[in-house]
């Protein structure tokens, strides 16, 4: 897929830093035609911008805003991406993406918290953004935040 970094631009969406592991991992792995990241977390300038479960009631994060931090967390993972291809551009196609969710026992809306994600894969890549998808609710996540996700790109 060419022209990604233009998409980009066009979409008015600069990639952040590369996020610092917070343990023994490096962001991401090149190997033969793939590139797999490790789980990558919604900060936003450095920070989280909320922790904690994803529910509805008092002291849960939103699912709405759980969605915009899905939608974070994949731009962190395209860095990590960028940060070994040189340029988005080399991407032919995004295969799977896996999302993890920081759920209330009763919360079951972990597909609609990972579009977040997927919508805005869709955006900058278009077809080439259609990928196999996991949205996992799990009990708790690296410093509590509310969501970490993982891709698997292939390129060129």
């Not at 917070?22 to 792995?29: E, G, K, Q, S």
């Amino acid at each position: 897929m060419a022209a990604v970094e233009a998409r980009l631009a066009e979409l008015d969406i600069e990639l952040p830093e590369v996020a610092t592991p917070v343990a023994a991992y490096v962001p991401a792995v090149v190997t033969g035609a793939y590139v797999y990241t490790s789980g990558q977390l919604p900060f936003t300038a450095g920070a989280l911008p909320a922790t904690g479960k994803v529910g509805d009631g008092h002291g849960l994060v939103p699912a709405a805003d759980a969605k915009t931090y899905a939608r974070a967390a994949v731009l962190n993972a395209l860095a990590a991406v960028r940060a070994e291809l040189g340029s988005l551009d080399r991407v032919t196609r995004i295969v799977k993406l896996v999302g993890f969710v920081a759920s209330d026992p009763s919360f079951s809306g972990q597909p609609g918290v990972i579009n977040g994600a997927s919508e805005l894969l869709g955006e900058i890549f278009g077809d080439a953004g259609r990928h196999a998808r996991s949205a996992v609710g799990v009990a708790v996540l690296p410093l509590d935040s509310p969501v970490e996700l993982e891709l698997v790109v292939e390129f060129a």
